[in-house]
């Protein structure tokens, strides 16, 4: 059982800044893959960036500005978002991969203003 909670959301101006976590617990330490997801309205949910032992990646459209990292220590993931747009206001979700099943967090929502 793998449990997985974000937080950092907010409102921000375009432009701005925001950094999201995701403390995961469980046997989260059994993770081959974390990352990060996001869904608009009236869309389908996106990958925005993944982490795993051999490294990171990243959707085109946040390439350059947002950086994914992880703190073992503490089962935490991180998202740190930059110059953000209007465009990236959405749901947040946390995820892992665990021994082949999918974990999610509950969401947390970012909005920018324009």
């Known amino acids: 059982q793998v449990q997985l909670v974000e937080s950092g959301g907010g409102l921000v101006q375009a432009g701005g800044s925001l950094r999201l976590s995701c403390v995961g617990s469980?046997?989260?330490?059994?993770?081959?893959?974390r990352g990060w997801y996001r869904q608009a309205p009236g869309k389908q949910r996106e990958l925005v960036a993944l982490?795993?032992?051999?490294?990171?990646s990243y959707a085109d459209s946040v390439k350059g500005r947002f950086t994914i990292s992880m703190d073992n220590s503490k089962n935490t993931v991180y998202l740190q978002m930059n110059s953000l747009k209007p465009e990236d206001t959405a749901v947040y979700y946390c995820?892992?991969?665990?021994?082949?099943?999918?974990?999610w967090g509950q969401g947390t929502q970012v909005t920018v203003s324009s």
């Open positions: 469980g046997s989260i330490f059994s993770a081959n893959v």
């Open positions: 995820h892992a991969l665990v021994r082949g099943y999918n974990y």
């Open positions: 982490i795993n032992s051999g490294g990171t």
